[in-house]
């Protein structure tokens, strides 16, 4: 069984994503021991890419302030290698496809395997072209985590009779970014992914109101917040832990009702 499913063993899953570098690794880690001491189930890291077509603004400028200051990958390894000393949740990288492959797609997961990640999200891979990577992923047992967003239609169901680890629900077409409210139909899509696999699903892209997530959880598995999280980070900078923590509680204190 997938490490990742133990993140929703425990009732409803609050994912945080932080941009790894941004303003420095030292602050990337620190942000996310807050998290997790603050009921992050899963984490997300993202590693940073030039040309980051899924996202937003917020965190486009989150990959150009991490870049600017010269983070590599070899250095997020090595965050992570330290994370594993006491962080003990699911973490999965999200990343572009170009990332592993100029890093070499074998090294790449082998290494993902050896200091402890679970999974990678590759969010410009599209679903025809997954076989590039999923043999080498499956290989080294690190889950390739698939997304399904509203355009995804009649591949729903093949997307998720593939998935592993979890499913990635993109919650509303375009970039991500916070949004004042969420109006796609979801409640259809998960109904096609609860009957095509047991895998989890969780919903990403616009969430970042307790509110928000709350209604997002209750639809499927778990809440993913990216950009109000990068927010708190590109305002506070170096003292951001503090107020990602405080954040991450809110969150993950809503979703605990459900």
């Known amino acids: 069984m997938s490490n990742i499913a133990s993140a929703f063993s425990n009732g409803k899953a609050f994912i945080p994503f932080i941009t790894c570098g941004d303003p420095d690794l030292g602050t990337t880690a620190a942000c996310v021991r807050a998290a997790v001491e603050n009921g992050a189930d899963l984490i997300e890291l993202g590693?940073?890419?030039?040309d980051p077509t899924a996202e937003g603004p917020v965190i486009q400028e989150a990959n150009m302030r991490a870049l600017s200051g010269g983070v590599t990958t070899d250095q997020i390894f090595d965050l992570v290698r330290d994370l594993r000393r006491d962080v003990t949740v699911p973490m999965v990288f999200m990343t572009y496809a170009n990332v592993v492959f100029s890093y070499g797609t074998e090294r790449f997961v082998s290494t993902c395997?050896?200091?402890?990640?679970?999974?990678?999200?590759?969010?410009?891979l599209p679903f025809e072209e997954k076989e590039e990577f999923a043999p080498i992923c499956r290989q080294f047992g690190v889950d390739l985590i698939s997304l399904v967003a509203p355009t995804s239609a009649d591949r729903i169901a093949m997307i998720s009779r593939e998935a592993e680890g979890f499913l990635y629900i993109v919650s509303s077409l375009g970039v991500t970014g916070t949004r004042s409210e969420i109006t796609t139909d979801l409640g259809s899509i998960i109904k096609v992914v609860r009957e095509s696999t047991n895998v989890p699903c969780a919903i990403g892209f616009g969430i970042s109101t307790p509110e928000q997530a709350k209604k997002m959880a209750a639809l499927s598995d778990g809440a993913i917040v990216g950009s109000a999280i990068i927010k708190i980070i590109a305002q506070y900078g170096k003292d951001a832990p503090t107020h990602v923590g405080k954040y991450v509680k809110e969150m993950k204190d809503a979703i605990r009702s459900i």
């Open 113 to 124: 395997r050896d200091i402890g990640m679970d999974g990678i999200i590759l969010p410009d």
């Open 47 to 50: 590693i940073p890419f030039s």
